[in-house]
């Protein structure tokens, strides 16, 4: 089975901090993707990656950006955070073609 | 149109119960749907593709209908353990990423 870690379950950062959420997959998986799921509201894509260096804006990218230096590590950057960032944030990654995403276990994000 | 409307349910039933979630959505050309399973404050996992002919899984059955653009999951005899969000999902306009709807909640009570 695919395996998504992200590297922390709860995070809680200040108002102004730059955050940096790591998500790492071990099936050599083209494709990475961040969501942010908060209630009411479902799961909005941010940030998703088909390879190495290359990177695209999803629905929400704003006050955000991703790095992708290695093919299995996929990184979600708050350059300033807010707390109207405050969200749980989903990895998930797939394989080319249409197939379904593993997600992440999520990293609970709490701007104060 | 929203690109995806569930009903957020919650849809309460008993066990051994027979129930339905019903899900439209707006992009005609898309290829790809799933149904999604989303336990509370866990991460979603994939429950099942669902294809123009109709897919079956045990208990679960998916059915796509692209005139009316609609899929649907029916879960026969349900469980306790089938209490869950069940998240509608298929792929956006430039095939690119998926679209997620907000989920029905199911919850099944003895």
């Known amino acids: 089975d695919v395996k998504v870690t992200q590297s922390s379950r709860y995070l809680v950062k200040r108002t102004g901090e730059k955050v940096f959420l790591e998500c790492v997959q071990d099936?050599?998986?083209?494709?990475m993707f961040w969501y942010r799921q908060d209630p009411g509201l479902g799961l909005r894509l941010i940030y998703f990656s088909y390879d190495v260096k290359m990177k695209e804006k999803g629905d929400i990218p704003e006050g955000y950006s991703v790095s992708r230096e290695k093919k299995e590590r996929f990184s979600l950057i708050l350059e300033s955070a807010s707390t109207n960032q405050t969200s749980m944030y989903l990895c998930a990654t797939t394989e080319q073609g249409n197939y379904g995403y593993t997600f992440g276990s999520g990293t609970r994000l709490t701007v104060v | 149109r929203k690109e995806v409307e569930q009903d957020p349910g919650p849809f309460n039933v008993p066990e051994g119960a027979t129930v339905a979630f019903n899900c439209t959505y707006s992009n005609s050309a898309s290829q790809s749907f799933f149904w999604y399973r989303q336990d509370c404050r866990k991460e979603p996992k994939l429950l099942m593709s669902v294809y123009s002919s109709g897919n079956e899984d045990g208990r679960f059955t998916a059915q796509l209908n692209r005139a009316s653009q609609y899929i649907s999951l029916l879960i026969r005899d349900s469980k306790l353990s089938d209490s869950a969000t069940y998240l509608c999902?298929?792929?956006?306009?430039?095939?690119?990423?998926?679209?997620f709807g907000k989920g029905t909640t199911l919850s099944v009570s003895s």
């Open positions: 099936m050599d998986h083209e494709n």
């Open positions: 999902v298929y792929h956006n306009q430039a095939g690119t990423a998926l679209i």
